[in-house]
């Protein structure tokens, strides 16, 4: 983990002191600094456990009140319920199991955040793809308490591009969802997108912080660059990236580590020792079935700011 130098009470005073006096002598206006995060986020559903089942998951959605049950049984506070993708040709791949999913949560205490995986390629399909999970209501009135965008998707080649249609998008699903409705933005591994320079050049950490109200990366540990980091730096690593690219250390993050199916319970303990010293307000492993009786007992007991 990179430790951050410790400055002498005097050092400090001193600079303070430089600060003041130059603002003193200058004559220049005072230009206020624009926001970098969104003003009064919405935070509820993406603290605290979080726990990931995708459109693949058969298994679960088969038992949608049994895992439901096993999930409260472990601490988890959220469900993250992919609703789809832009390459299937209905926007709820399972309907009948969203609704039992997001009935029996609700019965048991639990939040849901329904999650999609735009391609960019044709953004009026995506748009109505997330404005129809958002929407999504059961027949018993329950609705998901969240939506999460998952971007990482490279299907359009030109970077620009890319960015120009995700942040355009992600205006009309906040115009769609309302100022109050939780929106996260799901990201890729900030410290493998460093590494993997040509991927998502200038990534756009700060227009996301300004129209979601929490950040997710995916700092999986099990796909980490180089066998020279271990699990705790590259997750420690990659929360300050993030915290760099958007140019402030309070942006709400739920980090995602994973592939849980991948990892060891070392890795694991690892990814639990940085969320506990990263002041993350939420944290999860990709995806439910990976994650074993040791790694949930790893995640319960960390710490959470």
Do not use: C
């Not at 935070?43 to 058969?58: K, M, S």
């Not at 700092?219 to 958007?246: C, H, K, M, N, P």
């Amino acid at each position: 983990m990179v430790r951050r130098p410790f400055l002498p009470p005097v050092v400090v005073a001193a600079a303070i002191l430089a600060l003041v006096v130059v603002g003193a002598l200058t004559t220049e206006p005072v230009v206020a600094k624009p926001p970098t995060l969104r003003a009064h986020p919405n935070l509820a559903p993406f603290r605290g456990i979080g726990a990931w089942i995708d459109i693949y998951d058969t298994r679960s959605w088969r038992h949608p009140r049994r895992v439901v049950h096993d999930l409260a049984a472990h601490g988890v506070h959220t469900i993250y319920l992919q609703t789809g993708n832009d390459a299937r040709p209905r926007p709820i791949v399972n309907p009948q199991g969203a609704a039992e999913f997001l009935d029996a949560a609700h019965a048991a205490g639990l939040d849901v955040v329904g999650w999609y995986l735009p391609g960019f390629v044709d953004p009026a399909t995506d748009l109505q793809r997330v404005q129809d999970a958002i929407r999504f209501t059961t027949p018993a009135g329950n609705r998901f308490d969240g939506f999460g965008l998952d971007i990482e998707s490279a299907a359009v080649r030109n970077v620009r591009t890319r960015t120009s249609r995700l942040l355009e998008l992600s205006d009309a699903i906040r115009a769609i969802a309302g100022p109050t409705y939780p929106l996260g933005a799901i990201t890729p591994s900030p410290h493998g997108m460093v590494v993997h320079r040509r991927y998502w050049p200038r990534f756009p950490y700060r227009g996301l912080a300004l129209r979601y109200d929490a950040l997710l990366p995916m700092a999986y540990f099990t796909w980490r660059d180089t066998a020279e980091i271990d699990s705790q730096d590259y997750v420690a690593l990659s929360l300050e990236i993030l915290r760099a690219g958007v140019g402030s250390g309070g942006v709400p993050i739920h980090v995602i580590g994973g592939i849980a199916q991948d990892a060891s319970t070392v890795g694991v303990r690892g990814f639990a020792a940085a969320v506990g010293s990263g002041e993350v307000i939420g944290d999860s492993l990709y995806s439910y079935r990976g994650v074993t009786p040791k790694m949930w007992n790893l995640l319960t007991s960390t710490p959470r700011s």
